[in-house]
């Protein structure tokens, strides 16, 4: 009795340690990282308005790592001869996962870019909200660039290639 | 009936009584009521000092009591208060621009104690200068006054006239704290009087933080919405839709210092030297504007008798502008200044009841600016003649006819102006009939701009070929002003005025396409053609034996012509301002002044849909005397909450319902 009892016991345990491995074989799947699921290059409508007045232009913006739960997006560059506004790097947007969308939020970046005469000027893009749901992503941000008095406020809707 | 005569006879008996033995707190309201009961001189109208009821043309006054009642801090606040049919706006950059009844800012004259000020912002002098800390009294002469005051007078003049205190001495400071970017606002002024010495001395420093305006949507709303769009589903397109000119209003810091010095030598002599010193600060993003405003000037008045006086005068006035980052570097690739220096001569001679007076003027005008060619300058010379005569024909018929020759070295432009006034008393009211030309001659900007916009690739450029604008205008008013007594309720004293005017206004000078110029694209300067502009203004005011009082104005204009609506600012047809107000002792150590007012701004006439279809904003304000020259000022300024829905170049810069207390002392009095 006592030998089928501990019979019984060790078909239990041996169950309970195959069930448990094929429980950890699902696990064992290598997690990709939120910031990895939207990494990319997206082309698709840039709305840049200022001051009321609104230019459309198809553009792509490209999405790269900068942490598990963070990336960075690269605006490009806007206006032709002297008024271009050169690509701004945008860093540290923070992502954040529901259901099928991620999220991404960054109140302000400010920094700095070399345009093409090599001269230096700082910019600011604040309030910002990336939306990524399948392969298509929605951008809202503000840009203020050098000394331009007026802020560009910045529509995007892409998706991935 | 004759109960309730009676108990309101009593009554006022026994206020009065109550009055007369209250300790001197003193009221504004009751300079108010004085400086109606005396019928106030005004000297805009024709150059010359003249009641009121007897000036030429219809002149708009605002006391000392509407600028304290209305705790304005600059001319804007004020103006922007009383006077209907007038607008500020901002342009790029947060200059600001104005409109008064269809007129640009540059086609109004600012004065100060009739002398010019240098500089400009976006289309007039810097507002900011013109603090109200010193100031005695506003005139406002709207149309055309340029055969007085040459050129800039073609829709209207406005005069800020400063105060000259009386008492042996007096002292103040003030200070007040608004909630609205955390706004201060702090004075001091000083006074003395003797027999030959007369001083005044103001200081003012005001504070204010950025402000950043409400977006109607969230970035977050904005990107829900863009991805419903991306995705096919039902999506609101008015929340994709930005249409706001202004996302954040600049912090700023000011400081005016002004002294006025009289010196009555003899009984005949007078000599007075004036000097002031402005600076502001407009905080940006990535730098600072700063600017600076110097001023000095002195008169000398010779007065044979009460019937001949001779005034020569020098004036000097400087505005410059630069731009300097955060760590105090000066640019110096926004620098600009501009120097103006002006010498008057002006006689006066009456025979009896008439009047003649002959004046001449020689103005240098200087101007350096990153916005000519290679930062370089460029200055002319204006001179003019100018004679009038005040021709009271009857006791109850007054003639005025005024004419004016100017010259403009730089343009070598010619101007010659006129004017004719007829005033006739009848017994129950006054008439008058005005006609008067006005001129605007190009400003040397205008003339020789040679700018890449921000850099961006597209040039102003300047016209040295530019004719001086031109305007006529026509208007005619009536006007009552009478004391109602033994009536009860209704004994005090009222007054209406009702102006009806056309404008005819030529030879505008405004940007045009100027093609593509040095491989951009480019905006010339140009003469266009002109509009006319169709106005009636109303104005009544009331004010009651028994403390309260009113005021209501109103103005309705009309543009026809080649009419441009500028994103600036949006004329509107209708518009009114109103005030009433109650002031009372209610004991020995506390008194109330109290008002209540508000303006309304109707539809923009470009019928764009796009910007505030009409706003009425509302504000109270109450003064307490609380002690011997001690005052507690409150306000609550857009009392019922109104919020733009987005922010346009022309709407009303508030977030709200918002609120202010300050503290103002008269050390004098205590």
């Known amino acids: 009795?006592?030998?089928?009892?501990?019979?019984?016991?060790?078909?239990?345990?041996?169950?309970?340690?195959?069930?448990?491995?094929?429980?950890?074989?699902?696990?064992?799947?290598?997690?990709?990282?939120?910031?990895?699921?939207?990494?990319?290059?997206?082309?698709?409508?840039?709305?840049?308005?200022?001051?009321?007045?609104?230019?459309?232009?198809?553009?792509?913006?490209?999405?790269?790592?900068?942490?598990?739960?963070?990336?960075?997006?690269?605006?490009?560059?806007?206006?032709?001869?002297?008024?271009?506004?050169?690509?701004?790097?945008?860093?540290?947007?923070?992502?954040?996962?529901?259901?099928?969308?991620?999220?991404?939020?960054?109140?302000?970046?400010?920094g700095t870019v070399k345009t093409a005469d090599g001269t230096e000027?700082?910019?600011?893009?604040?309030?910002?909200?990336v939306i990524f749901s399948d392969k298509t992503v929605v951008v809202k941000f503000t840009q203020k660039y050098g000394n331009m008095p007026f802020a560009f406020e910045g529509q995007f809707t892409g998706t991935r290639k | 009936m004759v109960t309730a005569y009676l108990t309101n006879r009593i009554l006022q008996s026994l206020l009065a009584g109550v009055a007369l033995a209250m300790p001197a707190i003193p009221l504004s309201a009751q300079s108010f009521r004085d400086s109606v009961e005396l019928e106030p001189v005004v000297v805009t109208a024709s150059h010359s000092p003249k009641a009121l009821k007897d000036a030429p043309v219809v002149t708009r006054l605002i006391t000392l009591h509407d600028i304290k009642i209305t705790d304005a801090t600059n001319i804007q606040d004020m103006l922007t208060q009383e006077i209907p049919g007038l607008e500020f706006g901002f342009a790029m950059s947060q200059e600001t621009s104005l409109n008064m009844s269809g007129f640009g800012g540059n086609a109004v004259l600012f004065l100060v104690d009739g002398e010019r000020m240098a500089g400009e912002t976006m289309d007039n002098v810097d507002y900011n200068r013109m603090n109200l800390d010193n100031v005695g009294r506003i005139e406002i002469v709207k149309g055309a006054s340029s055969?007085?005051?040459?050129?800039?007078?073609?829709?209207?003049?406005?005069?800020?006239?400063?105060?000259?205190?009386?008492?042996?001495?007096?002292?103040?400071?003030?200070?007040?704290?608004?909630?609205?970017?955390?706004?201060?606002?702090?004075?001091?002024?000083?006074?003395?009087?003797?027999?030959?010495?007369?001083?005044?001395?103001?200081?003012?420093?005001t504070k204010i933080d950025p402000v950043d305006l409400p977006k109607p949507y969230s970035s977050e709303e904005i990107a829900i919405e863009l991805l419903k769009k991306a995705q096919?589903?039902?999506?609101?397109?008015?929340?994709?839709?930005?249409?706001?000119?202004?996302?954040?209003?600049?912090?700023?810091?000011?400081?005016?210092?002004?002294?006025?010095?009289?010196?009555r030598a003899t009984d005949n002599l007078t000599l007075i030297g004036r000097g002031g010193y402005f600076f502001r600060t407009s905080e940006r993003d990535t730098y600072d504007y700063h600017f600076n405003g110097y001023s000095a000037g002195l008169k000398g008045r010779y007065a044979w008798d009460f019937a001949r006086y001779l005034e020569l005068s020098y004036a000097y006035d400087q505005y410059d502008k630069a731009n300097f980052q955060p760590d105090g570097t000066r640019t110096h690739d926004h620098d600009y200044s501009n120097r103006q220096q002006v010498a008057h001569a002006l006689y006066h001679h009456s025979f009896g009841k008439n009047s003649l007076i002959l004046g001449a003027d020689y103005m240098h005008d200087y101007l350096s600016t990153y916005q000519f060619a290679d930062n370089t300058s460029h200055a002319q010379d204006n001179i003019d003649g100018y004679a009038q005569f005040d021709w009271n024909i009857t006791e109850r018929l007054n003639i005025?006819?005024?004419?004016?020759?100017?010259?403009?070295?730089?343009?070598?432009?010619?101007?010659?102006?006129?004017?004719l006034a007829v005033v006739y008393k009848f017994p129950w009211m006054t008439f008058r009939a005005n006609y008067a030309s006005g001129f605007r001659a190009p400003t040397l900007k205008e003339m020789y701009m040679h700018f890449d916009m921000g850099n961006m690739g597209y040039m102003l450029r300047g016209n040295p070929d530019l004719k001086p604008e031109k305007s006529h205008n026509f208007n005619i008013a009536i006007e009552r002003t009478n004391r109602i007594r033994n009536s009860g309720f209704l004994d005090g004293r009222y007054n209406f005025t009702?102006?009806?005017?056309?404008?005819?206004?030529?030879?505008?000078?405004?940007?045009?396409?100027?093609?593509?110029?040095?491989?951009?694209?480019?905006?010339?300067?140009?003469?266009?053609?002109?509009?006319?502009?169709?106005?009636?203004?109303?104005?009544?005011?009331?004010?009651?034996?028994?403390?309260?009082?009113?005021?209501?104005?109103?103005?309705?204009?009309?543009?026809?012509?080649?009419?441009?609506?500028?994103?600036?600012?949006?004329?509107?047809?209708?518009?009114?301002?109103?005030?009433?107000?109650?002031?009372?002792?209610?004991?020995?150590?506390?008194?109330?002044?109290?008002?209540?007012?508000?303006?309304?701004?109707?539809?923009?006439?470009?019928?764009?849909?796009?910007?505030?279809?009409?706003?009425?904003?509302?504000?109270?304000?109450?003064?307490?005397?609380?002690?011997?020259?001690?005052?507690?000022?409150?306000?609550?300024?857009?009392?019922?909450?109104?919020?733009?829905?987005?922010y346009y170049y022309c709407s009303p810069l508030t977030?709200?319902?918002?609120?202010?207390?300050?503290?103002?002392?008269?050390?004098?009095?205590?």
């Open chain 2, 400 to 419: 005025v006819g005024s004419v004016r020759y100017d010259y403009f070295s730089a343009s070598a432009q010619k101007a010659f102006t006129e004017r």
């Open chain 2, 498 to 646: 009702i102006m009806g005017y056309c404008n005819i206004f030529d030879k505008r000078i405004t940007t045009i396409d100027g093609g593509t110029y040095e491989g951009m694209e480019s905006a010339l300067y140009w003469n266009e053609d002109g509009i006319t502009v169709w106005g009636m203004d109303f104005s009544m005011g009331h004010i009651w034996d028994c403390g309260f009082s009113l005021k209501v104005n109103y103005s309705w204009m009309k543009e026809t012509g080649k009419v441009y609506y500028s994103d600036f600012y949006q004329p509107r047809s209708h518009s009114m301002t109103w005030r009433v107000g109650y002031d009372h002792h209610f004991s020995r150590h506390y008194a109330l002044d109290a008002a209540l007012s508000g303006r309304y701004q109707g539809k923009p006439q470009s019928g764009r849909k796009d910007v505030d279809q009409g706003y009425t904003i509302w504000k109270l304000m109450l003064q307490h005397h609380v002690w011997h020259g001690l005052t507690v000022i409150t306000a609550i300024d857009n009392l019922f909450n109104y919020k733009p829905k987005s």
């Open chain 2, 147 to 205: 055969a007085l005051y040459g050129s800039n007078a073609v829709g209207g003049v406005i005069n800020i006239i400063s105060r000259e205190n009386l008492e042996p001495w007096t002292a103040n400071v003030n200070t007040r704290y608004n909630f609205f970017g955390h706004e201060w606002r702090n004075g001091a002024s000083f006074s003395f009087n003797t027999k030959k010495w007369n001083s005044q001395t103001s200081f003012q420093h």
């Open chain 2, 232 to 263: 096919g589903l039902p999506y609101d397109e008015s929340v994709l839709n930005d249409d706001s000119n202004l996302s954040r209003l600049y912090g700023q810091k000011s400081y005016n210092v002004k002294e006025r010095l009289t010196w």
């Open chain 1, 121 to 129: 000027k700082a910019y600011t893009v604040s309030d910002v909200t």
């Open chain 1, 1 to 110: 009795m006592k030998i089928k009892s501990l019979m019984t016991m060790a078909l239990a345990m041996m169950a309970f340690v195959v069930s448990m491995s094929s429980c950890g074989s699902d696990d064992d799947e290598p997690v990709v990282a939120v910031a990895d699921q939207v990494v990319g290059s997206y082309t698709g409508t840039e709305v840049l308005t200022v001051m009321g007045e609104a230019d459309e232009s198809t553009e792509t913006f490209e999405f790269t790592k900068g942490s598990d739960v963070s990336v960075d997006v690269n605006l490009p560059k806007y206006g032709e001869g002297m008024m271009t506004v050169p690509a701004l790097p945008v860093k540290g947007i923070v992502l954040t996962k529901s259901g099928n969308t991620i999220t991404g939020k960054l109140d302000k970046y400010e």
């Open chain 2, 655 to 670: 977030t709200g319902t918002s609120f202010s207390v300050g503290l103002s002392v008269d050390l004098d009095k205590m």
